[in-house]
């Protein structure tokens, strides 16, 4: 990979992703396909108001469920797609009921609970945390659900000619016993597979591919691969006999969250490396903070350098038309893009260009670019260099740091040189917590399961080639390197799902959590970094349905600062560390 590309792959990492995951949700995401509230009769006027298919119901609003239950209830219901044939509906979900006094999420009496359906199940380890169930619901509990739903419709039900609730059984099955059987259908299957993986204290990290005992796919037709796999997972589920009489069976194949012994995790033997602060690098900051307040002076026969300021004539071609055009714009040179344009130029495309030279730079138009016709399409940055100034910088003294605020020069030395300290320590703890985290890991010897780690994997090499397009990396660039890309990606995200899994369970052991206070500093944090305030923090969170993701980052940074309080850490002198606090001086 070229060093330009390296580079911006190594300001990707530290810059844009955490050492490790901090959320299984947002790693996994468990796309939802339920509650679907119907409206289906094939006779003019009828129709269930406010009935919503219900898969996986926890009975009372109040009762709680650990995470494995709610992630396995999760899966069960995101697993069954009723076709559209059998269920027409529509996404709409029917308003909270007042029920017995308090708000009630469901539109069932608490009598009528879920029924427990007690599944008889058999299991076949597939290798690499694949388990394939054998489900079976006996006759009586399917017989127990049959009756539930078929009085929830006969109250819900309107048919022009009968008062809402009585109309006869026989027109009810007659004009919604196509809707009751698929009704029927989808609580059971969801149900079953919930209590399924719940007994066996198994936690699901995929959906569940779900088939009629010893089923067999159809032959698949030409459709793309994910058409063709939606079509036969649609035909197994119909395939799933439903007889309220008669016992239900079925296979499920899922993977599961590793299972595994925790190591020993305390008086880990540790190392801490601070890298030491130079004067160089105190140097390097003050000059970049000078140049923020200096006077530009024109340079005529030099070449551009990191830092300069830069007036350019430029336009921007996408697809042989021009898509933005400047003349005299404005830009600025950084060590690692060229910005103050509408798109993003690698440093190294840009430095060295001479007064009067012109330049053409592969470019990919980005996601904020004020043509949306055009945006994340492939381009070119036609640039001219017009004028060069450089920053008109003098002797670093006193008055230079007197205009910085400072009382004189050896007060912003120290000022600087403090913060890199902290910096430096900062980056020596997070190396610690990392170095512990991974002596975990490799002490647990478990893998991680197939599917979660190649979604893992696609979505960090989607995201990094993003990143480097914006960037200024051309299509070229990046599409000669995806395999590199790919394979780094799987490598690094086997890391953070170990990681991940491994704090997780030294958290369940220790009992460590978070409260609800140390959640509300953590988005005041947030609000602070974002200007906005808590309420709309708090707000967006939600939207984003991030809330879990954040308390698992807290309860993470918790359990690394366990490990790091009870390990035994030697500075890379060799002397004992002691304390995990250090000095970079």
């Known amino acids: 990979m070229p060093p330009g590309l390296r580079a911006g792959v190594a300001q990707w990492q530290s810059a844009s992703l955490p050492s490790w995951p901090r959320g299984f949700d947002s790693l996994h995401p468990l796309h939802l396909r339920c509650d679907v509230s119907l409206c289906v009769s094939d006779q003019p006027g009828a129709r ?4 919503r298919s219900r898969s996986g119901c926890e009975g009372h609003a109040g009762r709680r469920r650990d995470g494995r239950t709610e992630r396995n209830a999760r899966v069960a219901r995101s697993s069954y797609r009723p076709g559209r044939d059998e269920v027409r509906g529509h996404d709409r979900l029917p308003e909270r009921q007042e029920t017995g006094g308090h708000e009630h999420d469901h539109d069932h009496e608490h009598e009528e609970d879920a ?10 380890d597939l290798g690499a945390w694949k388990r394939k169930l054998r489900i079976e619901v006996s006759a009586e509990k399917v017989k127990g659900q049959y009756d539930k739903s078929l009085r929830r419709f006969a109250r819900e039900a309107q048919i022009p000619g009968f008062r809402k609730g009585h109309v006869p059984r026989q027109r009810l099955l007659k004009q919604f016993g196509k809707v009751l059987t698929e009704e029927l259908r989808l609580t059971l299957v969801s149900k079953a597979i ?13 959906d569940a591919k779900i088939t009629p005992v010893g089923w067999e796919p159809p032959p698949a037709g030409e459709e793309d691969a994910a058409k063709a796999r939606e079509a036969q997972e649609a035909e197994a589920l119909k395939a799933i006999a439903v007889d309220p009489e008669a016992p239900l069976s079925f296979e499920v194949e899922i993977e599961i969250k590793p299972i595994f012994d925790l190591p020993e995790y305390k008086g880990l033997k540790l190392t801490r490396r601070v890298r030491p ?21 024109e340079v005529e026969d030099g070449r551009a350098e990191v830092g300069d300021r830069l007036t350019v004539s430029a336009r921007v071609e996408v697809e042989g038309e021009t898509a933005w055009q400047a003349d005299g714009a404005i830009a600025h040179l950084t060590d690692s893009i060229l910005i103050g344009l509408p798109v993003s130029a690698r440093c190294e495309s840009v430095e060295g260009t001479a007064v009067g030279e012109e330049r053409t730079i592969d470019v990919t138009i980005p996601a904020n670019f004020e043509k949306e016709d055009v945006r994340g399409k492939e381009g ?28 004189d020069i050896a007060a912003l030395r120290a000022n600087v040189r403090e913060q890199l300290v902290r910096r430096a320590d900062a980056q020596a703890r997070e190396a610690l917590e990392t170095e512990a985290a991974d002596q975990i890991v490799k002490a647990a010897g478990f893998d991680v399961p197939g599917g979660m780690l190649v979604n893992m994997a696609a979505g960090q090499a989607m995201r990094r080639v993003v990143h480097l397009a914006r960037m200024g990396f051309g299509t070229d660039d990046i599409s000669g390197h995806m395999d590199e890309i790919r394979d780094e990606a799987l490598a690094e995200s086997d890391i953070w799902l170990k990681r991940y899994l491994v704090l997780e369970k030294i958290a369940e052991a220790e009992g460590i959590e978070v409260s609800d206070g140390e959640l509300e500093e953590e988005i005041r944090r947030y609000a602070r970094s974002t200007r906005r305030t808590p309420v709309a923090a708090r707000n967006q969170l939600e939207r984003e349905d991030r809330i879990d993701s954040l308390r698992n980052a807290i309860r993470d940074a ?23 606090e250090g000095g970079g001086a």
């Not at 919930?194 to 995929?206: G, H, I, P, R």
């Not at 940055?381 to 910085?404: F, M, N, S, T």
């Not at 790091?564 to 002691?578: F, K, L, N």
């Open 48 to 51: 269930l108001s406010g009935l």
């Open 115 to 124: 029924i427990e359906l007690s599944p008889a199940v058999q299991v076949e």
């Open 194 to 206: 919930e209590e399924a993986l719940d007994a066996n204290k198994f936690t699901a990290v995929s």
């Open 277 to 297: 602060v130079t004067d160089e690098d105190v140097d390097d900051i003050i000059t970049s903070a000078r140049r923020s307040g200096a006077d530009y002076a």
């Open 380 to 407: 070119r940055l036609v640039l001219k260099l017009d004028e060069l100034k450089r920053a008109v910088l003098g002797p670093l003294d006193d008055e230079a740091a007197k205009g910085l605020g400072y009382e």
């Open 558 to 580: 918790k359990v690394l600062n366990f490990l790091v309080e009870h390990a035994d850490i030697r500075d890379a002198s060799g002397e004992h560390g002691g304390s995990p």
